[in-house]
């Protein structure tokens, strides 16, 4: 069972879907960065990618998001989301996408789906995409710096891995990103600045010329 940890539904518990590969962060980690994020929260658009058993986007949920965007591709892992967010009555202002989650990037362009530009992104993918490294961790984190570079003007993005993992090179694609660990996990969380777009564009004709 989950608790939500703050917000309207403080205390309610949920049940975990049964797929192995479902890993929800522990209950200390969410209320830690639930309380970074107070400021934020409140009628955010949220995007829960590798939404497992969704608790985060409920979390946001609870603590008044205006809506959340939960991604998730396995069956029964949805169907509890989608479950738990009725029991809190919270299914009015979630929707899930049972898609890849490495299409959001062309969907989000290309407006398919209406998908709204997200204010807060979480993303927790497998361990393994990190921990195996190689061309699947490349492209996770790949996938990860593209969505964060959507987000609204001031929006953050926070991902979960295994402790301590992300390299040099990998933080400096995100100039800013915070860590803090959590047992052996880390929370790694970027705040877009106001000027991200006009760096962007500079850097891009940096490397042109």
């Known amino acids: ?17 049964a797929v192995a590969a479902t890993r929800p962060l522990v209950e200390r980690a969410r209320e830690g960065v639930m309380n970074h994020l107070r400021a934020e929260v409140p009628g955010a658009v949220v995007w829960d990618v590798y939404a497992g058993s969704g608790i985060l986007g409920l979390e946001a949920l609870s603590r008044g998001a205006a809506e959340v ?21 919270l299914d009015s202002r979630l929707r899930l996408l049972k898609v890849d989650v ?3 990037p062309e969907m989000f362009e290309a407006q398919s ?22 061309p699947g961790r490349k492209k996770v984190w790949g996938l990860f710096c593209a969505l964060a570079a959507m987000l609204s003007e001031d929006g953050v993005a926070v991902v979960h891995t295994p402790k301590g993992i992300l390299d040099p090179g990998e933080r400096e694609a995100l100039p800013g990103i915070e860590q803090r660990d959590y047992g052996s996990t880390s929370l790694y969380w970027w705040h877009r600045p106001a000027n991200w777009q006009a760096v ?5 004709s940096a490397q042109e010329e």
């Open 113 to 134: 789906t209406a998908l709204p530009r997200p204010d807060l992104i979480f993303f927790d993918p497998p361990y393994a995409d990190f921990r195996d490294g190689g």
């Open 102 to 104: 490495h299409r959001l």
């Open 200 to 204: 962007q564009d500079e850097s891009g």
């Open 1 to 17: 069972m989950l608790r939500i940890t703050g917000g309207e539904h403080c205390g309610r518990k949920l049940r975990v879907p």
């Open 69 to 89: 965007i939960a991604v998730e591709r396995h069956p029964r892992a949805g169907q509890q989301l989608i479950d738990n967010a009725k029991l809190l009555r």
